[in-house]
């Protein structure tokens, strides 16, 4: 079965590409990129601000228990609806660093499209620390369902 | 989602770390790698089969037999931690995909 979400990172560079072939129209496939609502509902944040244009800015903040644990924000730089967004994003106390998107919107048939995001990093030492996040973060989550266990048991 | 095919859970379990080892100094057959474990054969080639959908092993026919042989780029992902970021991606873009079928039905 081949992988729906496809990630390329080649030694030794400071960048990496996610490629995924969606089964929307490439309007739909944008649409959830470009409506406030839509993107809270996918990426699992609340937006705060998303301004579609250029020089426009967006943030994002997601809650647990009523205290804050991720913040991200960006810039964008080209916003061109179906075709593509050019932005940077920023992941807040994180040390990843700022990096630089590129989000490319295709129309591969009337009911399919394709995304691919290349993702510059200051360095190959920052893309490291970005593969190591989710990963750390699932060791994390792992860690609390056992803690939510335990405390179940007390 | 299949299970199955999340490489970290290939390699949680201690049999599968040790098929890989043995199998990273050279191609073996199933029954090779067999004769390596105490546990019965059928349970083996379950494991095999494991490693080979997460693709940690590939086959290779040689004549009548099947070489397993790891896949060294996989096992470089794995050590790259590109798989969870992959899984990550995969998850968010899999509910992007349902947000909007859903939207576009209302």
Redesign the interface.
Same mark, same amino acid.
Request: hydrophobic share 55%; no cysteine; aromatic share 10%.
């Given at each position: %079965?081949e =992988?729906?979400?496809?990630?390329n &990172?080649e030694e030794g560079k400071q960048e990496l590409t996610?490629t995924?072939e969606?089964?929307?129209p490439v309007e +739909?496939?944008f649409? &959830?990129y470009e409506e406030l609502e839509?993107v809270e =509902?996918? %990426?699992?944040t609340r937006v705060l601000k998303l301004e579609n244009k250029k020089h426009g800015s967006y943030q994002f903040e997601t809650s647990h228990n009523g205290q804050v644990v991720f913040q991200a924000n960006g810039t964008i730089h080209e916003f061109v609806p179906n075709q593509k967004i050019t932005r940077t994003f920023e992941i807040e106390n994180a040390p990843i660093g700022v990096q630089l998107e590129f989000l490319e919107f295709v129309k591969t048939t009337d009911d399919t499209s394709k +995304?691919s995001i290349q993702i510059i990093y200051k360095s190959e030492r920052h893309r &490291?620390e =970005?593969?190591?996040?989710?990963?750390a973060n699932?060791l994390n989550m792992a860690h609390d369902k056992l803690q939510e266990i335990i405390n179940k048991l007390k | 989602m299949n299970i199955r095919r999340d490489v970290f859970q290939a390699i949680a379990d201690p049999t599968r770390r040790a098929v890989l080892l043995l199998v990273a100094s050279q191609s073996m057959t199933a029954g090779a790698i067999a004769s390596n474990f105490d546990t019965a054969r059928p349970t083996v080639s379950k494991h095999l089969q494991i490693l080979t959908e997460c693709e940690l092993l590939k086959q290779e026919q040689n004549g009548r037999e099947i070489y397993y042989h790891l896949n060294a780029k996989k096992m470089k992902e794995v050590a790259d931690f590109i798989e969870p970021f992959r899984k990550m991606w995969d998850d968010r873009f899999n509910k992007l995909e349902t947000v909007m079928k859903n939207y576009k039905n209302k």
């Open positions: %079965m =992988q729906k979400t496809k990630i &990172a996610i995924r969606f089964d929307l +739909l496939l649409k &959830a839509l =509902q996918w %990426m699992g +995304l &490291a =970005q593969l190591k996040l989710p990963f699932g | -």
